[in-house]
């Protein structure tokens, strides 16, 4: 059975950063891709970051892009996602998710294995 974690989440000010991490077990996160999505308080979950199998390939939305950075550690079975000039709308749970392929997708129906998510808030 896989099961996917997440940790790092917490409480920061506005501009500050934090790193995400999410372990797989039962499965290797190598050769497969992975995303991150986050959904906010009365919000529909939303696609903030993904990265392909091999880790060359990532892609971000608009919101965070050139401020979040998505990779992966095959040795440590791990994937980041890295938080910087954090704002108070990137307040959300942060769930990981790994896909059924090792393409690179923005879509959460592409992702079978799924974590409960990490709470990250950012206070103005």
């Known amino acids: 059975q896989v099961h996917v974690a997440e940790s790092g989440g917490g409480l920061v000010h506005a501009g500050g950063s934090l790193r995400l991490s999410c372990a797989a077990f039962g499965r290797p996160f190598s050769g497969y891709g992975a995303g991150w999505f986050r959904q906010a308080p009365g919000k529909v979950r939303e696609f903030v970051a993904a990265?392909?199998?091999?880790?060359?390939?990532?892609r971000y939305s608009d919101s965070v892009k050139g401020r979040f950075a998505i990779s992966r550690d095959g040795a440590k079975n791990s994937v980041y996602l890295q938080m910087n000039s954090l704002k108070p709308e990137d307040t959300a749970i942060y769930y990981c998710?790994?896909?059924?392929?090792?393409?690179?997708?923005?879509?959460?129906?592409?992702?079978?294995?799924w974590g409960r998510g990490t709470q990250v808030t950012v206070s103005s």
């Open positions: 990265i392909d199998w091999s880790g060359d390939l990532t």
């Open positions: 998710a790994t896909k059924s392929g090792a393409g690179i997708s923005s879509d959460s129906e592409s992702y079978n294995f």
